[in-house]
RNA sequence: GCCCGAAUAGUUUAGUGGUAAAACAAACCCUUGGUAAGGGUUAGACUGUGAGUUCGAUUCUCACUUCGGGCUCCA
């Protein structure tokens, strides 16, 4: 048996535990379901009208502390279909599952430890009293049943277990390590961004050091698109309703578009993405093989109207800017359009030390009406995304029912800091917009070819990939997107000319500085720079001021040699330039 | 939208059925200091919004708004 194995026996027991001091401390409570999951395990039960949270967590573990020292090896016993129903009265959860496993088995299997036992298929650890030990309950939580928002509404209690206390702890203080470097915690402490109320949920605002670095990575982008041959495109954001019913969207995401009416009674929309707009861009004029492919990229806010239970912090929000692109091509060009975009993912990501996850979105077969086009279409392109995949050799994951509604995609996946997985980098391959827009060009032979488009965002949303940057780098970004790269720090009021002198210099070369003029002591002003993870402080005396030199300290707390300016710019403009990371 | 929780100064937090306290930040004064917090003074909050209970509510109750963690949903 393998450690993870091993582990989620344990968590699994564990599950058990839970449920068994839940039933003793509320007898009423209706059990369900108690699986694994990354990192520990949950519980969902009905406990009826009574609300439970964290503050009855203590009461729980003590009672599972209690309970265990009388578990021993679990038995497994083997029950009829009505004998199983009756060990659950009143309970029509743990009956739906009855009835669904005894289509395919006579006999259900329980398994017992102490007094309590439960519907199971097994994987337990041997000693439960030595064993189910380093435990700890984490949060309560909604959960549908089934997962069905149509479902009643169940109460979900998570919690982990390790098997010594040493991994405990380690894995408790990663959480709260994780919570430091949280974007919305960072957002607020550097003033990169923040919500209004005013304003409105899930809008959010950018101050001029968030601005900066939102323009300073899609710059990035633009300069790895424009070795590809991108050309810059720009829409209006609403759009008459007719757009949106010709592209299937209005049907499609109805309840997701901002709708406007205007003064005369016509009905427009927020622009929720810009395919169909750019359609109409490559749809103008006539369009020769030879112009082919056509790639318009553009960098432009979309709205959408996200329920506000789904909002989260930057990663979800309901105005985000997608770094947006559509490439229009013909089918024979698909390949290479794809790899161009791939390698400026590459690219783009491993600048910042990113490990993307590739995941492979198609269509679910047993769900047909969620998409457009029909499924000979769909496996066409399917295979040709796989086998592009399959020729770059990277690995990747099958995600069934992830695809656009449109076409199937190539995902790149991030982490958060609490490991959350968020799409951020996109690759979608659509025959069914150039089908519903009459997309065409005329080829070698004359005749009218119907083309395909390439949705391609490297970022996504600014909004989301900032989320994940700012936790990536835990705030303390690589020079060449710190908002203030230089801080000067005058030891003494004497010291303010010079200071403004250098500072004066720096910011001639394009260096982003700012001369901290308060009349406090240098440790105090060292200090505040720090934790505003400035990436050099450029400390000035007496010393610098006569011999026109900077001593710099890094934000890393390495101390330089006092250097002469145009070295300390020449260094500066060097790192800034190689996009350097460390 | 659903479940649980939260909301007090710019920020982080304390506190009480009798209209609020501190630290940091800010302004001013003293201090002119060599690599992570020198000292003082001042100003700053109708305690998220609206109702209700009460002689009296920031505190108790309800609704709403917003935020957090989940669920559902994510073109």
């Known amino acids: 048996m393998n450690d993870q194995q091993n582990l989620d026996n344990l968590r699994h027991s564990c599950a058990h535990l839970l449920a068994a001091a839940v039933i003793e401390l509320w007898p009423d409570a209706k059990r369900t379901i108690g699986p694994t999951i990354e990192n520990g395990f949950y519980y969902d039960f009905d406990f009826g009208d009574i609300k439970i949270s964290a503050s009855d967590f203590p009461k729980i573990e003590q009672r599972m502390r209690e309970l265990i020292k009388t578990w021993e090896k679990f ?5 009829t279909p009505e004998q199983a129903r009756k060990e659950y009265p009143n309970n029509p959860y743990k009956h739906e599952l009855i009835s669904e ?12 430890s102490g007094k309590y036992w439960d519907l199971c298929r097994g994987g337990h650890i041997d000693d439960p009293s030595q064993q189910l030990k380093h435990f700890k309950l984490l949060s309560v939580a909604g959960a549908y049943w089934r997962g069905n928002e149509k479902n009643k509404m169940l109460t979900r209690i998570y919690g982990t277990i390790f098997l010594t206390t040493e991994e405990l702890n380690k894995y408790l203080m990663q959480i709260e390590e994780a919570k430091k470097r949280d974007h919305k915690k960072l957002g607020k402490e550097l003033d990169l961004f923040f919500f209004s109320d005013l304003v409105g949920p899930g809008l959010a605002l950018w101050t001029p050091k968030g601005t900066l670095i939102r323009n300073l990575v899609d710059d990035f982008v633009w300069q790895l698109r424009k070795e590809k041959g991108y050309q810059k495109v720009m829409i209006p954001h609403i759009t008459k309703k007719e757009l949106y019913e010709k592209s299937g969207h209005w049907l499609k995401f109805a309840n997701e578009l901002f709708k406007i009416k205007s003064r005369e ?30 790639r318009y990229a553009e960098t432009t806010v979309c709205y959408r109207d996200e329920q506000t239970g789904e909002l989260s912090g930057l990663s979800r929000v309901r105005s985000f800017t997608q770094d947006d692109a559509h ?11 794809f790899n161009a975009i791939w390698d400026i993912v590459k690219s783009f990501y491993s600048a910042f030390g990113f490990q993307l996850k590739v995941r492979l979105s198609f269509h679910d077969p047993n769900n047909m009406k969620a998409y457009l086009g029909d499924e000979d279409g769909w496996k066409k392109t399917e295979l040709t995304l796989k086998s592009i995949a399959d020729k ?37 391959l659509d025959m069914n917009m150039p089908y519903r827009f009459d997309l065409s060009c005329v080829n070698e032979k004359g005749e009218k070819e119907r083309i395909v488009m390439i ?21 303390a970004f690589p020079l060449w997107l710190t908002p203030v790269q230089v801080k000067m720090i005058p030891i003494s009021a004497d010291q ?18 700012e001369v901290d003029r308060r009349a406090d002591r240098m440790q105090k002003k060292i200090r505040d720079a720090q934790l505003e993870k400035v990436y050099y402080m450029a400390v000035v005396g007496e010393r610098e001021s006569a011999s026109e030199t900077v001593t710099v300290r890094e934000r890393s707390g390495k101390q330089l040699e006092p250097l002469k300016l145009a070295k300390f710019v020449e ?12």
């Not at 449109?406 to 982490?415: E, S």
């Open 101 to 112: 496993f005894s289509k395919t088995d006579h006999k259900l299997s329980f398994y017992k």
């Open 265 to 294: 009674g016509h009905l427009f929309a927020m622009k929720p993405m810009n395919c169909p707009h750019h359609t109409q861009i490559f749809a103008h004029i006539p369009r020769s093989y030879r112009d082919m492919p056509q």
């Open 455 to 475: 949705h391609a965002a490297i970022m996504g949303s600014i909004e989301r990939f900032l989320s994940i940057l700012i936790e990536h780098f835990a705030g």
């Open 75 to 79: 038995e497994m016993h083997q029950l």
């Open 392 to 428: 770059r050799k990277t690995g990747y994951q099958l995600a069934i029912g992830e695809a656009a509604f449109y076409g199937p995609k190539i995902d790149f996946l991030a982490q958060d800091s609490l490991l959350r997985q968020w799409q951020v980098a996109t690759i979608q």
């Open 496 to 513: 303010l000319t010079y200071a403004q002198q250098v500072a004066d210099l720096l910011s001639k070369n394009g260096i982003r500085v």
């Open 327 to 337: 490439v229009f091509c013909q089918n024979s060009q698909v390949e290479n359009e």
């Open 571 to 582: 260094l500066v403009q060097q790192k800034i330039t190689q996009k350097s990371v460390d």
